[in-house]
């Protein structure tokens, strides 16, 4: 990582950690910040963040991925295993989801539902 690279993912650590003391429980910017901290080589600081926003949104799959690669790079083969089974179900169930709202679109049995 160039010293730009660097200095900019300081940067959005520091404005996502500002932000977060006004919102602590913005589950999307604890992800950010817990990504710009992975890049960083902050990992401990990465897994404290990435954990925070699971506990808020454990839906998200996208969460584990990352949550696994922390894992893996601070030598924790275990945790790094379940966190990837937690990205691989999520995953899959989410497809599964969406495959089953775009039949339902097709079959034109969603005519007339509300939309947001």
Same mark, same amino acid.
């Given at each position: 990582?160039?010293?730009?690279?660097?200095?900019?993912?300081?940067?959005?650590?520091?404005?996502?950690?500002?932000?977060?003391?006004?919102? &602590?429980? =913005?589950?999307?910017?604890?992800?950010?910040?817990?990504?710009? %901290?992975?890049?960083? !080589? =902050?990992?401990?600081?990465?897994?404290?963040?990435? /954990?925070?926003?699971?506990?808020?949104? &454990?839906?998200? %799959? /996208?969460?584990?991925?990352?949550?696994?690669?922390?894992?893996?790079?601070? !030598?924790?083969?275990?945790? %790094? @295993? +379940?966190?990837?089974?937690?990205?691989?179900?999520?995953? @899959?169930? %989410?497809?599964?989801?969406?495959?089953?709202?775009?039949?339902?679109? +097709?079959? !034109? @049995?969603?005519? !007339?539902?509300?939309?947001?």
């Amino acid at each position: 990582m160039s010293a730009l690279q660097a200095a900019r993912f300081d940067e959005a650590k520091r404005e996502f950690a500002a932000f977060l003391k006004i919102q &602590p429980k =913005h589950f999307g910017a604890l992800n950010l910040i817990a990504v710009a %901290s992975m890049q960083l !080589g =902050h990992l401990a600081d990465a897994e404290a963040y990435l /954990s925070r926003a699971i506990a808020i949104n &454990p839906r998200s %799959s /996208s969460y584990f991925y990352v949550l696994a690669t922390i894992y893996r790079k601070l !030598g924790k083969a275990e945790e %790094s @295993r +379940k966190a990837m089974e937690a990205f691989v179900k999520l995953d @899959r169930e %989410s497809n599964e989801l969406e495959q089953k709202r775009r039949e339902f679109l +097709k079959d !034109g @049995r969603g005519e !007339g539902v509300a939309r947001e």
